[in-house]
């Protein structure tokens, strides 16, 4: 058994035990303030220390927790993550983090899914502040200034709106980073989470790009982007490439074909994420040999990445209402990935409002 099928199969039965598993609220309360932020760090680079690092500055008396997506191993594009969670999250606790805590499973969910998840998690774990990296365009200072003020932001297509006062913000497609903040707004509004004053915006600095590092990684020219991250990032990843455990890009292609060529209509219909056409096509060009073949009788969906997030599920192939109800009971647990010491961990115990809360073995 590959590396790469052997997480995945330890994270389907997370999953499924997460999904038999009740919240519970905790009893406990703590005075102290909970900085929470939500970041793949893949991999952690000079961009995440610089707002973890202001975060810090503004709130040094605080707890800091990474958010780390974790299970399957996924991106938020589907596609799978330079470093296993376990090494990310060593990074985030080396540079600063007091702990990290084990986010959604990104890749095998569409954006408003696990954009809900997340938002769960904050008010989970009774945050005070959420600090975030943003790109400064013009029109998204009034944008952010609104959500500081605790209004429900929603995206729409090519549109911002302030549902609050029912104006139209912005006319015009916001950029990844930038989209993800409102989304965030958005979902946290639904799930009746106040937010105003808790959001510290952090412009994103020049020079650093998540895209190049995980190129030059896969064509091998990790050198040319070492500026670009801090030493303990290089460290882990020097390590990792010497050790063969880099597992960006590397699919379980078994399970993918197995998923293709076996799975009846009807199941494949009722995967998440799918629908009829995208499972009739499927079937009506099968059989697939390799992904490749496979890849070209996936529809190209709503989104950049679908393709790729469409592989994760048949992957891990999992029915729209398993994911609902995960999404309805998130998160029955809270896994600690990493922490920086028995205090941070008893202080982190002591503020989250789930009784369910375990390290990740």
Partial sequence: MTQVSSILKRDMELFFNDLES?????STSSDINLVA??????????????????????FPDSLFVAIVPGL?????????????????????????????????????MGSGQYSLCLCKMFKALNTSHIPRGYKKVDGFDEILKRINMGHHIAP????????????ILLKDKLEEDNYVIASFANSLSKIGFDFKDKFLFVERIGGVSGTLIRQSILEDNFTDVLDMMPQKTIDVLRDAIE???????????????????????????????????????????????????????????????????????????????????????????????????????ESFKQKVNNENISLFA
């Fill in 22 to 26: 009740e919240y519970e609220v905790s």
């Fill in 37 to 58: 932020d939500f970041t793949e760090y893949n991999p952690l680079h000079n961009g995440h220390f610089h707002c973890m690092k202001t975060a810090k500055q503004h």
């Fill in 72 to 108: 399957f191993e996924r991106s938020g594009r589907g596609i799978p993550y330079i470093l296993p969670r376990e090494l990310r999250s060593e990074i985030a606790i080396s540079l600063g983090a007091d702990i990290v805590v084990e986010g959604p499973p990104m890749g095998i």
């Fill in 156 to 167: 729409k297509p090519y549109k911002i709106v302030d549902k609050t006062t029912g104006e």
């Fill in 243 to 345: 050790n063969d455990s880099i597992i960006y890009g590397i699919r379980d292609e078994d399970s993918i074909l197995n998923t293709a060529n076996n799975f009846d209509y009807d199941e494949l219909v009722n995967l998440n994420l799918f629908n009829e056409k995208l499972a009739k096509n499927i079937v009506d060009n099968r059989f697939y040999d390799n992904v490749d073949e496979l890849k070209n009788s996936i529809l190209q969906g709503f989104s950049t990445h679908f393709k790729e997030r469409v592989l994760s599920i048949m992957e891990n192939p999992i029915k729209k209402s398993d994911i609902s109800e995960y999404i309805d009971r998130y998160p029955s647990n809270i896994r600690i990935l990493g922490y920086k010491n028995e205090e941070c961990l």
